[in-house]
């Protein structure tokens, strides 16, 4: 089987790493960075940043609407951190000074922006996560968590009695930074949805 196409949005974030966790997990990676790109990928990671910037980015380059489309076709997407958030269908302190960070409502359930505090609030510690016989070192950098998670939402992995990673369907969504630690499973995990072997 050919490897599959996994695109990085690259609008802003820490692409590098990302792109270098899927190589190491057997994808073939690419930076994402307008429509005719995103039209050529099997499945799309959504990095860590500032949720509000990178959701007014994808407007300004007129992406918005269509990975929206894309999503609701069934793409599978994994979102870190500020890709949690994006992928949420509500946001709780959504941003501040009139912008607004835009849901793209591909998981059914609400986020709460910066829920562990601010930067200086950054922690790292091991984290139980379903199917993994050992727990993830998980990296929060002004994390989200999950305050409600629909019907159909899989929660994987809790913290602080909240969820910190979701999977419904096709879409995966993480809390914390998997790309930074050497730790590939989360990625593999990914790629593994977008074969259609998880």
Same mark, same amino acid.
């Given at each position: 089987m050919n490897a599959p196409r996994i695109g990085v949005l690259a609008l802003q974030g820490d692409t590098r790493e990302h792109l270098a966790a899927l190589r190491e997990?057997?994808?073939?990676?690419?930076? /994402?960075?307008?429509?005719? !790109?995103?039209? +050529?990928?099997?499945?799309? /990671?959504?990095?860590?940043? !500032?949720?509000? +910037?990178?959701?007014?980015l994808l407007l300004d380059f007129d992406m918005l609407e269509p990975l929206r489309g894309r999503l609701a076709e069934g793409m599978p997407a994994y979102g870190a951190c500020a890709g949690m958030i994006l992928l949420a269908s509500e946001i709780l302190d959504a941003g501040a000074r009139g912008r607004q960070a835009l849901p793209l409502r591909a998981i059914d359930m609400t986020v709460r922006r910066n829920a562990f505090g601010r930067q200086v609030d950054s922690f790292e510690g091991d984290v139980a996560f379903a199917g993994f016989d050992v727990p993830v070192r998980a990296v929060f950098i002004r994390a989200p968590w999950v305050e409600r998670a629909g019907d159909d939402v899989r929660v994987l992995a809790s913290a602080a009695g909240h969820a910190v990673a979701v999977r419904q369907g096709p879409m995966l969504a993480t809390?914390?930074?998997?790309?930074?630690?050497?730790?590939?499973?989360?990625?593999?995990?990914?790629?593994?949805?977008?074969?259609?072997?998880?």
């Open positions: 997990a057997g994808a073939e990676p690419m930076p /994402v960075r307008r429509r005719s !790109e995103l039209d +050529t990928v099997d499945g799309l /990671v959504i990095p860590g940043g !500032e949720s509000t +910037t990178m959701s007014h809390a914390f930074h998997p790309e930074v630690t050497g730790d590939r499973r989360v990625h593999q995990l990914f790629v593994d949805i977008v074969t259609g072997e998880a």
